[in-house]
């Protein structure tokens, strides 16, 4: 599964958007780019996927760059509940696959 | 209800003991996984069934030994603890292991503390 960089950690004011982005520079066609989150001490949840289109659901939003070799998660109303690692995974389609979790990226959302 | 469910959230243990750790999902998927996220937040996949046949053994060792007594169950046995095997686990199900245009989901997770 291809390799995904993301910052360590990021803030945004609850109420405003919070833009998370990650970088899969070696992302192959066949392969999703999924995202999770983990609220502490909670176990990962699953936020949204896509191939290469954007896509929407009452969670967030993905926005895939053209070349897919980047993307961002978008959370339009940030609230204090977002508190969480978010992680960015990609993941091969058609074999017996896992989900390969990195770092993350610890998005602190404050008052 | 709870998709996925695991027993018991915490465990505290001794060096050298044997224990286990249970997992149902109520989801009627095929799939389910063991995952163990280290002192340091590191989340790593360890095994991973598929209507009761393991598909994914990764690299732990042999003192873990998973067993599905069927797709909706997956437990997880540790012989001999040590206390690198503190950590917390979690388990986690998806409807198929090749179809990857769905979600996994996870449970609470299962704290093990040896000392």
């Known amino acids: 599964d291809a390799k995904t960089t993301q910052p360590t950690s990021m803030d945004c004011a609850e109420g405003r958007a919070a833009n998370l982005p990650c970088n899969h520079s070696?992302?192959?066609?066949?392969?999703?780019v999924y995202w999770y989150r983990q609220i502490h001490s909670q176990g990962p949840q699953y936020i949204i996927h896509?191939?290469?289109n954007n896509e929407t659901n009452e969670m967030a939003s993905l926005i895939i760059t053209e070349d897919r070799k980047s993307s961002t998660l978008i959370l339009p109303h940030a609230t204090l509940r977002d508190t969480a690692v978010y992680y960015c995974?990609?993941?091969?389609?058609?074999?017996?696959?896992?989900?390969?979790f990195g770092t993350g990226t610890r998005l602190q959302v404050t008052l | 209800d709870t998709a996925v469910s695991q027993t018991p959230k915490y465990l505290v243990t001794q060096m050298g003991n044997d224990k286990s750790i249970k997992c149902e999902q109520n989801l009627g998927h095929d799939t389910m996984y063991w995952y163990k996220q280290d002192s340091k937040k590191f989340l790593k996949i360890m095994f991973s069934?598929?209507?009761?046949?393991?598909?994914i053994n990764e690299t732990v060792p042999n003192r873990f030994s998973p067993k599905s007594p069927d797709k909706a169950h997956l437990n997880l046995h540790i012989n001999s603890l040590e206390l690198g095997d503190s950590a917390v686990y979690f388990c986690?199900?998806?409807?198929?292991?090749?179809?990857?245009?769905?979600?996994?989901?996870f449970g609470q997770g299962t704290r093990l503390t040896v000392v």
């Open positions: 069934y598929n209507n009761k046949e393991l598909i």
């Open positions: 070696t992302i192959s066609g066949n392969e999703y």
């Open positions: 896509g191939l290469k």
């Open positions: 986690a199900s998806s409807p198929s292991p090749t179809v990857l245009n769905t979600e996994a989901f």
């Open positions: 995974i990609v993941r091969v389609v058609g074999t017996a696959s896992k989900l390969t």
